[in-house]
């Protein structure tokens, strides 16, 4: 298109009126020569100037002697320069964006698969509790099955604690319905359990970070995945914290309620700019965190204090 109009106004000034150059002519090579610029590829666009620069020496040559110079360079060289700079910000944005896009696509695909893999690991592990529930059905089972004439008392009591374990695995199974086993390694068989938090402190204390725990209201029984799913939430706190706050200490609450059991995992850590970055991105932890948190229908709160440092507070409730 801009050789075109080149050509147009060379053919003009050659049929029309040589020395004849309007100002509509100008600007037409101008916008021209900044078109070849701006729009073509690398070949094109030198072979665009030297055609541009040719006819506009030549007619200046003709028309205006002492104005070569500044045909050349002002109605073609500098319009085609512009255009070419324009033209490499325009690529560069535009493979920035691309670039962006790439960025931002690997990172949903990467938290994807971070749920993924959080949802196969609570699954292997309710597994495994259902797993020990049916065993207690069955050893009880096989206990009642012994005493029923001669004890009745004792073998009813066992009934009942039949019924109440094979409920918990009922429930424990319907979370999970949709979780496939991929066939990793399994967890050991020592089932971890809220009962024992304080190795988790201790742990973390060892660690580098000193941890406070406390523990409110009567330690109860929980249901096999509930207990699971809070050990793992503080689990999973305390090492976001050796790994995020930096120097920092750590206190852990354990509050057992009549229906629920509530977790408050803080930290005085960096600070919220690094809390919130922490919150955002700050690896797969927190993924984990919300996953369990989910799977019993809990409530789970996590950001940056006010004072400075992370809180994660979660509630599960008990059936």
Not at 63 to 78: F, I, R, T, W
Not at 151 to 164: F, G, K, S, V, Y
Not at 215 to 226: D, H, Q, S
Not at 304 to 311: I, V
């Amino acid at each position: 298109m801009g050789a075109a109009v080149l050509a147009a106004i060379v053919f003009q000034s050659a049929t029309v009126s040589l020395d004849a150059f309007p100002l509509s002519d100008i600007a037409g090579v101008v916008c021209a020569t900044y078109a070849i610029g701006a729009y073509s590829g690398r070949r094109a666009a030198v072979v665009g100037l030297a055609l541009g620069a040719l006819a506009a020496g030549i007619h200046a040559a003709i028309v205006y002697p002492d104005g070569v110079l500044a045909a050349l360079l002002g109605g073609v060289a500098a319009p085609w320069t512009m255009g070419r700079v324009v033209r490499g910000h325009r690529l560069l944005t535009r493979q920035r964006l691309e670039d962006a896009e790439r960025a931002q696509l690997a990172r949903a695909r990467e938290a994807h698969a971070a749920v993924t893999r959080e949802r196969m690991r609570v699954a292997r592990e309710l597994h495994d509790a259902v797993a020990h529930n049916i065993s207690v059905i069955a050893i009880q089972a096989g206990a009642a099955d012994g005493i029923v004439e001669r004890d009745p008392e004792r073998a009813a009591r066992c009934a009942e604690l039949i019924e109440t374990v094979a409920r918990e695995a009922l429930g424990e199974l319907d979370r999970l319905v949709d979780a496939l086993d991929t066939g990793e390694d399994r967890p050991t068989a020592s089932q971890p359990t809220l009962a024992r938090v304080d190795a988790l402190a201790t742990r973390a204390r060892d660690a580098g970070v000193p941890v406070e725990l406390t523990v409110e209201g009567e330690p109860a029984a929980l249901p096999a995945g509930v207990d699971l799913a809070a050990y793992r939430i503080v689990q999973e706190a305390l090492a976001n914290a050796a790994k995020h706050a930096g120097p920092a200490r750590a206190r852990v609450v354990v509050r057992y309620e009549p229906r629920a059991v509530e977790l408050e995992i803080a930290d005085d850590g960096r600070g919220a700019g690094r809390a919130s970055a922490r919150r955002n991105g700050g690896g797969h932890g927190l993924i984990g965190i919300r996953e369990r948190v989910a799977l019993y229908g809990g409530t789970l709160d996590v950001g940056p204090r006010p004072t400075g440092g992370f809180l994660v507070h979660a509630r599960l409730p008990i059936a």
